[in-house]
C-alpha cells in the first residue's frame, strides 16, 4: 500500500501539467479542414500551457494510421489528437476488422469545430434548387451520379444520407481524393457532390459551381440566400462535419478539465474566433461530456447508416 503522503505527490505532479512539449496529432496533411484547426488552437493553447504544442501531421488511411499512434500513446496528456468522424467513426464501425474502438481506446475531450456541408452542382447544371435535383433523381434513378473522396468518406455518407431521406437513388463515384473529384464536378463530369463548406466556397463565389442547399439546422453566413435541405422539402435533414480533440483512453480527469478548460479559452479568444469564421468554421466548445455524448449520438447514427446502404470499406 502506498504511504499517505504519496498522494499529495500524485496531485502535484497533475496540478503541474502540462511539464514539457505537448504533441497534438493530426491524421491527415498540412492545409486540410482539421489541420487548419489544429495550428490555429495550438498557437493559444502553446500561451495557456507555457509550453511548446507541437502540431504533428502523420497522414494516411483516412487518419487511422494516427489514431494507432495515439491509442498506443501513454495517458499522460502529452500526446493529443485531433480527429474527425471518418477516423473516430467511420473506420471503426466501416471495416470488417476494425483496428480501433473509439468508444473503448479513446478519451473525447472537446469538440472544437464544425463546418457546414453543401449540396454543390457544376455551374452548367440545369438544375438550380435542391427540389428540381430530386424531382429528376426520382423520374431517373441511378442516372445522376455524385463524386466523394472515397469510400466512407464525409461526402459519400452525406450524400446517401440525402438519397435515403429523399428516397432517390444516385449513383457513386468514388475518387482518391477531393482534389479529383472537386475538379471533376467543376468540368461537368459529374453531377453533384455533397462537401464541406470551406473547401468550396472559392469555386461558389468564383461561379464554378452553384450551392443547392446546406445541411445545416439553419442558413449559414457564409451563404446567406442558400436554403437548408430541411427548408428545401426535407424536414429534420441535419448533417455536419466536425472536429474533436481525443486523447488515449484513461486520460486523468485533472488533465482533461485542464485540456477543455484551455481549448474553450482558446475558441473564446477574438483572433481565432475570427480565423475561423474567415475560413467557414463554426465554432466548437462546451464539456468534455459533451463530446462523449457527440460521439455517442454520430456512432450510432452512423452505424445505422452503413448498415441500411451496405456501406463496407477495404
Do not use: C
Request: a neutral charge.
Amino acid at each position: 500500500m502506498l504511504p499517505l503522503l504519496a498522494f499529495p505527490q500524485l496531485g502535484s505532479a497533475q496540478s503541474a501539467y502540462p511539464a514539457r512539449s505537448v504533441t497534438l496529432v493530426e491524421g491527415f496533411v498540412p492545409g486540410g479542414g482539421s489541420d487548419i484547426v489544429a495550428r490555429l488552437l495550438a498557437s493559444r493553447l502553446r500561451d495557456d500551457f507555457g509550453q511548446p504544442v507541437v502540431v504533428e501531421n502523420k497522414p494516411g488511411a483516412s487518419g487511422t494510421i494516427a489514431a494507432q499512434g495515439v491509442i498506443r500513446a501513454a495517458a499522460d496528456g502529452y500526446t493529443m489528437m485531433i480527429a474527425s468522424p471518418s477516423t473516430l467513426v467511420v473506420v471503426p464501425k466501416a471495416t470488417a476488422n476494425p483496428p480501433y474502438d473509439s468508444l473503448r481506446d479513446m478519451t473525447p475531450i472537446l469538440q472544437v469545430a464544425s463546418v457546414p456541408q453543401v449540396v454543390v452542382v457544376p455551374a452548367k447544371s440545369p438544375f438550380r434548387t435542391l427540389g428540381e435535383l430530386i424531382t429528376y433523381a426520382r423520374a431517373n434513378p441511378g442516372k445522376l451520379n455524385y463524386a466523394s473522396s472515397g469510400i466512407g468518406a464525409a461526402q459519400h455518407l452525406a450524400a446517401e444520407l440525402l438519397s435515403r431521406a429523399a428516397g432517390v437513388k444516385m449513383t457513386h463515384v468514388p475518387y482518391r481524393g477531393s482534389g479529383q473529384a472537386m475538379t471533376d464536378l467543376i468540368a461537368g463530369q459529374v453531377d453533384l457532390n455533397v462537401d464541406t463548406l470551406p473547401s468550396n466556397l472559392p469555386h461558389i463565389k468564383s461561379g464554378a459551381m452553384r450551392a443547392l442547399a446546406v445541411t445545416t439546422p439553419e442558413r449559414v453566413e457564409w451563404l446567406p440566400d442558400v436554403p437548408t435541405v430541411a427548408e428545401s422539402g426535407f424536414p429534420g435533414f441535419e448533417r455536419t462535419l466536425w472536429y474533436m480533440i481525443v486523447a488515449p483512453a484513461g486520460l486523468p480527469a485533472p488533465i482533461v478539465e485542464r485540456w477543455v478548460s484551455a481549448l474553450n479559452k482558446a475558441l473564446a479568444h477574438p483572433e481565432t474566433r475570427q480565423r475561423l469564421r474567415e475560413a467557414g468554421f463554426m465554432l466548437g466548445g462546451g464539456t468534455a461530456g459533451d463530446a462523449a455524448a457527440l460521439l455517442n449520438r454520430e456512432t450510432e447514427a452512423t452505424v445505422k447508416l452503413l448498415r441500411e446502404a451496405n456501406i463496407r470499406m477495404e
